[in-house]
C-alpha cells in the first residue's frame, strides 16, 4: 500500500519524507487554513520536497470554475493532482481534464457509487473518507470494501485512497482490503512505528550487548 500524508505543514511533510517510505501528499482547503500561508506558495514549498502525487483541491463548485482553478494550479508543479469534489459537477471536471491527461482524485466520498461515477469519468485517485463515516456511527471499512469490489468486477484501475484516517487499525483495514493507499496525518504515521514491546525488546538487546564489551566497528587495531 502506498503511503501519503494528510497535511500542508510543510514541517510535517519534511519529517515524513526523510523516513524515505513517503509516496505523496494530500491537501484540503481546512488543511491550508490551519496553516495560514499563501496556497500556491506551500504547494511549490510541498512539491519541492515530494517527487510524488501532491493534491491540491479547488473551491469552486461548477464546471467551468473547477477548470478555470485547476488550470491556475497545474502549472505548479509536475505532480499536482486536482482535488475535486464528488459531486455532479466534479464529475463532469473531472471526465473534462482527465480527457486531458491530467490526474484528479476525487474527494469527500461516502457511498460505493460515487466511487464509481468517479471511476467511469476517469479519475486517477477516489478518496473514501472513512473516518466521517465512522463518526456518525457508519463503517467506513464497508466503502473500502464494497469499492474494491466494484473496481475489480469492471476493472476500473482509479486508485483506491484510503483517506479521514484517524489511527493505526484504520491502515491495517485498509491494506487488508486492499486500499491503493493511505492518506494519513502526521500523528498517525509516528504511531505507526510505536510498540512497547519493541522498545523493552531494544532496551534489553542493547544492555546485553554491553555487558560483552564487543563493537560491531572495526577498532583501528583490526583496520
Ligand atoms: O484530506 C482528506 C481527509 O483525509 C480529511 O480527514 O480527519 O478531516 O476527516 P478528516
New binding site residues.
Given amino acids: 500500500m502506498e503511503l501519503y500524508i ?1 497535511t500542508a505543514n510543510i514541517d510535517e511533510i519534511r519529517q515524513a519524507a526523510a523516513l524515505g517510505v513517503l509516496d505523496g501528499v ?3 482547503p ?2 491550508v487554513a490551519k496553516e495560514g500561508v499563501d496556497f500556491r506558495t506551500r504547494l511549490e514549498e510541498i512539491c519541492a520536497v515530494v517527487a510524488g502525487p501532491v ?1 491540491a483541491e479547488v473551491v469552486s463548485t461548477e464546471h467551468d470554475g473547477m477548470i478555470a482553478e485547476a488550470d491556475e494550479l497545474i502549472p505548479i508543479a509536475e505532480n499536482i493532482v486536482i482535488k475535486l469534489p464528488c459531486i455532479e459537477e466534479g464529475v463532469k471536471a473531472c471526465k473534462t481534464l482527465s480527457d486531458r491527461g491530467v490526474r484528479v482524485n476525487m ?1 469527500l466520498c461516502f457511498q460505493p457509487l460515487q466511487a464509481m461515477m468517479a471511476a467511469k469519468a476517469g479519475a486517477f485517485l477516489i ?1 473514501p ?1 472513512i ?2 463515516i465512522d ?1 456518525v456511527g457508519g463503517d467506513g471499512m464497508e466503502l473500502i470494501q464494497q469499492i474494491r469490489q466494484i473496481y475489480d468486477n469492471y476493472g476500473f484501475d482509479t486508485k483506491i485512497l484510503a ?4 489511527h493505526p487499525q484504520h491502515m491495517v483495514q485498509s491494506a487488508l482490503l486492499g486500499a491503493d493507499v493511505a ?1 494519513v ?1 502526521f500523528k498517525v504515521i509516528q504511531q505507526v512505528l510505536k510498540h512497547p514491546l519493541t522498545d523493552t525488546g531494544l532496551e534489553k538487546f542493547l544492555a546485553d550487548w554491553k555487558k560483552t564489551g564487543a563493537s560491531i566497528r572495526k577498532t583501528p587495531a583490526m583496520a
Avoid: K, M
Fill in positions: 494528510d494530500t491537501t484540503n481546512s488543511l493534491s474527494t478518496s473518507f473516518g466521517r463518526d483517506a479521514s484516517i484517524r492518506t496525518p
